[in-house]
C-alpha cells in the first residue's frame, strides 16, 4: 500500500480514496492520520521518505465496492456504492427475494474484490509445509 501511495497509483480496478494512516517503524511510532482528506501525492510521499509506512488505506474496488485494507491485509468497512444499489432488479419483489438478489450482486462482487486483492498484492502465500 506504500508503493502505491508512493507512485500516486492504485492497481488493477482499484482507486485510494480519500482516508489513510501511516506510521513511522522507529521507535517513537509517529502517527499521520488522513480523514475526508484529500491525500496529496507529494505530502505523502514526503511522509514515506521520512520512513512512514501505509497502515490503512481506503480505497474503492472497481466503482462499485468501498472498503479499508489495512497493513495485514483485513478488509474493513465494506460498503456497496451507489452504482451496485442501481443494478439491483427493480422489480417490485418480496423483501426475500430482494434480500437473495442483492446478497447474490454483493457476494459476486465481493468475490473479483478479493481475487483483484490477491494479484495485486503479489498473489498467495504458497505454505511451505504443505508442500
Known sequence: MTEWLSED???GAFTVDNEAELQSMSEG????KYTR???DAQDVRNHIVA?????????TWNGKI????SGNTTIKRIRPLEVLK??????????????????ALMT???NSLING???????EVQDELAA
Open 37 to 39: 482528506h484529500s491525500l
Open 29 to 32: 511510532k509517529a502517527t499521520v
Open 9 to 11: 497509483e492504485a492497481p
Open 86 to 103: 442501481n443494478h439491483a432488479d427493480p422489480t417490485p419483489k418480496g423483501s426475500d427475494e430482494v434480500f437473495d438478489s442483492d446478497w
Open 66 to 69: 468501498s472498503f479499508v485494507l
Open 117 to 123: 486483492l490477491i494479484d495485486a498484492l503479489g498473489g
Open 51 to 59: 520512513g512512514k509506512q501505509c497502515l490503512n488505506l481506503a480505497m
Open 108 to 110: 459476486g462482487e465481493l
